[in-house]
């Protein structure tokens, strides 16, 4: 079985972390049954760029068992676990992924993916799609559809779509609601301030901290932080973003003048440049910084080396550059995703939520692949609410049902007051 990975003598130790996993995904627990009863992907090839982590094993085994052939690499070369890794490959995972790897050997993992000839491509960040569209288009026509599972990917191929370049259907799972309402927003707060302790051990309590972009996942941890006891302040450019955290309670500034008054710095906005020169120049002594969205260009690391007269790695995933007028800037997980190169990423009992989005997001495109267009879905209502009803089932919680009178109600434009 042809796989690469960091070591497979690991994968007893990766294989203890699934279980764990599987033991808090109670959802994707259901509907791996229900796959292996009915094998919806029997035939087919599912290709996935995905963060490696143990939640992910189950996803990917939960599509393996519906019958699918399964290929794997990572959607980052600081996110990869590399136990879970060698687990997966033993479970007979096409899988090519490691920390640590170069750009050149990224896409070398995700062409090895590609080579495997995907009915359906699973994404977080758009680079498989992205890849077929600009170099293997000759894959385009065995194509079902893809998938999307992050807020970047998404703006991208949203993109892609106005200017009519995307040659195959997407479904966007980042925008379903149990989605991005629980995993973009506690999923991100809580791992995003995990990798920050994790690689500094800093107490947020009366630290001023700055959190750029106040998105779904830009709320999410300056909540957390807040609950630490951190004073927040938020810079924004949407005007609605702005003035909804001026509303919860936080300073709202540009970054030019948050850089002289933050203590630990958190970008999260999917786009570029957020954090550059002219920011580090005003920061403290001592300044943290870190980013939360899926690529490594929100922060400036180009221009802080520029600005540094030296560097060394102080801590795990934390390196100390000493400007030219001696102040310190401390830079977690080299400017990548802290909370899954820092930390472990999302908790299993969130990423239960996500991961089912796209298992019935997959089983969906199978049945209905033929009428979709070259355009970018939103996962259907009636997956969304059976996943929302399944996951209060495993919680042990009931709620109410309306009545005939009043569904008919709800409906009606003849009853008024």
């Known amino acids: 079985?042809?796989?690469k990975v960091k070591d497979i003598k690991l994968a007893k130790q990766g294989k203890l972390k699934i279980e764990w996993a599987e033991d808090h995904m109670?959802?994707?627990m259901k509907i791996r049954e229900e796959f292996k009863k009915k094998k919806p992907f029997k035939g087919l090839n599912i290709g996935c760029c995905l963060h490696v982590t143990k939640e992910t094993a189950v996803l990917v085994k939960i599509l393996k068992a519906g019958g699918a052939k399964v290929g794997l690499c990572q959607s980052n070369p600081l996110s990869t676990q590399d136990d879970v890794a060698a687990a997966l490959a033993e479970e007979g995972i096409h899988i090519y992924a490691w920390r640590g790897c170069n750009n050149k050997e990224y896409y070398w993992c995700l062409n090895k993916v590609l080579d495997l000839k995907p009915t359906i491509t699973v994404d977080d960040g758009a680079d498989l799609i992205s890849t077929i569209h600009s170099g293997r288009q000759e894959l385009i026509d065995d194509v079902y559809a893809g998938q999307e599972e992050t807020t970047t990917g998404v703006i991208r191929l949203r993109a892609m779509e106005k200017d009519g370049a995307l040659k195959y259907p997407i479904i966007a799972v980042n925008d379903t609601p149990t989605k991005h309402l629980f995993d973009n927003y506690y999923g991100t707060g809580?791992?995003?301030i995990d990798g920050i302790l994790r690689s500094t051990n800093i107490m947020f309590a009366g630290k001023t901290f700055v959190m750029a972009g106040y998105g779904d996942c830009g709320g999410g941890i300056a909540e957390r932080a807040k609950g630490m006891g951190a004073n927040v302040i938020v810079t924004e450019v949407s005007p609605v973003r702005a003035?909804?955290?001026?509303?919860?309670g936080y300073?709202?500034?540009t970054m030019e003048e948050a850089a002289k008054l933050g203590d630990i710095f958190v970008t999260s906005t999917g786009d570029r440049d957020i954090i550059t020169k002219k920011h580090f120049k005003l920061m403290k002594n001592g300044a943290i910084v870190a980013n939360s969205g899926h690529f490594n260009v929100e922060v400036d690391v180009k221009g802080l080396e520029e600005l540094a007269k030296y560097k060394k790695e102080i801590r795990n995933n934390t390196v100390e550059y000493t400007l030219k007028n001696g102040k310190k800037i401390y830079l977690l997980s080299e400017g990548r995703l802290v909370n899954l190169a820092g930390a472990e990423g999302h908790p299993c009992n969130?990423?239960?939520?996500s991961f089912a989005n796209h298992?019935?997001?997959a089983d969906y495109v199978v049945k209905n692949h033929k009428k979709l267009e070259n355009k970018v879905y939103v996962v259907p209502e009636e997956i969304d609410k059976r996943i929302a009803r399944l996951k209060l089932g495993t919680m042990g919680i009931e709620i109410d049902k309306l009545t005939k009178k009043q569904e008919k109600y709800l409906n009606s434009w003849q009853e008024g007051t």
């Open 1 to 3: 079985m042809d796989y």
């Open 26 to 28: 109670p959802v994707l």
């Open 190 to 192: 809580q791992s995003t």
């Open 243 to 248: 003035l909804k955290a001026a509303m919860d």
């Open 251 to 253: 300073r709202v500034m």
């Open 350 to 353: 969130v990423m239960d939520m």
């Open 359 to 361: 298992a019935l997001s």
